[in-house]
């Protein structure tokens, strides 16, 4: 059992499982235009596990980035996979609306139904790139 509290990191190691975080290529594009390294998206995703994020429902998180000039829209599958799928300028736009935001939380829904071999199919079509590994850090 699980105390109340834990991080969702702990969760997935008492569940047997570590985190993957990837980024879609269109995040990947955007991150390297705002010149947002890879480091830096596996440290905030550490922070979004402590609960350093807007959760806002449904596995969407909104996380601040590169000194508080971003924010990055990230999708989780029950904190075993973490997926970078939207940046946007803070001086550009305050929030995302409430459309997309369902659109969101649908495509979490999509991702928690891929199977193994689906997410390695996207990583080798360079859909989703693969930034960290809780095995490999």
Not at 6 to 18: M, R
Not at 47 to 74: C, E, P, T, W
Not at 114 to 129: A, S
């Amino acid at each position: 059992m699980v105390a109340l509290g834990a991080t969702l990191k702990n969760v997935a190691i008492h569940a047997g499982k570590s985190e993957r975080i990837f980024k879609t290529a269109w995040f990947a594009k955007a991150a390297r235009k705002a010149h947002i390294p890879d480091e830096e998206l596996c440290s905030a995703i550490q922070q979004v596990m402590l609960g350093q994020a807007d959760n806002l429902g449904g596995g969407v998180f909104k996380k601040r980035l590169h000194k508080n000039q971003y924010r990055s829209i990230v999708l989780t599958r029950a904190g075993c996979y973490w997926v970078y799928e939207y940046l946007f300028a803070k001086q550009d736009r305050a929030n995302i609306e409430d459309h997309e935001l369902a659109d969101y939380r649908k495509l979490v829904r999509a991702y928690a139904g891929l199977t193994k071999h689906q997410v390695n199919q996207l990583i080798r079509g360079n859909d989703w790139m693969e930034i960290c590994n809780g095995d490999q850090t």
